[in-house]
């Protein structure tokens, strides 16, 4: 495809105690953009989370980044000794960044 950067997609997900600290993590390996979606939901190795819970809300939030190959092993790098600290998960995946206005990779 013309017009589109190879890049790696990051998908974190942790309690959204934690993003504060994932977010100051994300920093420390030179990351200069992201998206990150609050009060989400789901089923893992924490059991369920629902933030629409009546009794006890455990809400996640996600993290999504894209970046190059270089920067993307110096965040798992950076990420790893914290993973099991901060439960949940990290998926990385091949993507492509079309083109367009300045980019915050």
Do not use: H
């Not at 100051?24 to 629409?52: C, Q």
């Not at 600290?85 to 995946?93: P, V, W």
Request: hydrophobic share 40%; proline share 3%; aromatic share 6%.
């Amino acid at each position: 495809m013309n017009n589109t950067i190879a890049m790696k997609r990051f998908e974190i997900v942790v309690d959204e105690e934690k993003l504060n600290e994932l977010i100051a993590l994300l920093g420390e390996a030179g990351v200069r953009g992201y998206t990150f979606i609050k009060n989400t939901g789901g089923l893992g190795s924490r059991g369920e989370r629902r933030p629409d819970g009546l009794f006890l809300q455990e809400e996640n939030a996600m993290v999504i980044l894209a970046c190059q190959q270089e920067q993307a092993q110096k965040l798992v790098a950076t990420l790893r000794p914290k993973l099991k600290e901060f439960g949940g998960m990290c998926l990385i995946s091949d993507c492509l960044w079309v083109e367009g206005p300045a980019v915050s990779y």
